[in-house]
């Protein structure tokens, strides 16, 4: 009975020192916008605080989302025609430098960039009439002409840093690294001849999030606490 009871204290206490070594994380996020594209905002991170432990993973996303604005088009053309439209934005981030000198770059194990050409588009196809004779330019009168009204959408692109740029990620307390985010707007209603379009311009804004997970190191308590629950181990075998 006394035996089992020891075995039971001492696989307890290595699942308390066990615990102490489970992977940790750390996140870090940074909102941009809102503005009217085309704009480029620069953000800052900190790096991964390597007193903590040993870095294990970084995962990258950035999150794009449009709202408002609109595209109006109107047929001068002699006859029908049919017109799709787009209004949105693209987005993308990449690091521009870092406090240590050491700028991590956002590329995933193939060597290609992570947060790249993220595009939010609201679009519609129209089947306008031909010119009834309201003039050239754009004019909102007969079957001739259409308006998109831009919705609110959101779209994400994310990934995990490759393993052989996770290094310049990490750094002592303090340190940073700084990105830009590029928002460009996207606006067609190309394709047919005859078709004249204006338009209001949407708004956008976002969030890019950094996350680090990680292996922290062991407290010297649990250490202490392993080395006695081995040893414990040890002289029950024998």
Known sequence: MMKSIQMGLVLVAIGAAANSLRAGTVSYEQA???????????????????SLGTLDSVHVSLSLTISGGDLTVDNDGAEPATVTVKLGATGSASTT??????????LDGNGNNLLTNLQVINTDTF????????????????????????????LTTSGYV??????????????????DVDINQILDFGGTG?????????????????VYTYTPVPEPASISLLALASLALIRRRR
């Open 194 to 210: 005859g078709v004249a379009g204006t338009f209001n311009p949407l708004s956008a804004n976002g969030v890019m999030t950094v």
């Open 162 to 179: 490759g393993n052989d740029y996770e290094v310049k990620y990490a750094g002592d307390q303090g340190a940073t690294f700084a990105v």
């Open 32 to 50: 941009f916008g809102p503005g009217t594209p085309n704009f480029t905002q620069p953000l800052t991170f900190n790096k991964f605080d390597s």
């Open 127 to 154: 089947n306008l009439g031909a010119d009834d004779g309201d003039g050239p330019d754009v004019q909102t009168t007969g079957d001739d002409w259409a308006t998109l009204t831009g919705a609110t959408k959101t």
């Open 97 to 106: 430098s870092a406090s240590d000198g050491k700028k991590p770059l956002l």
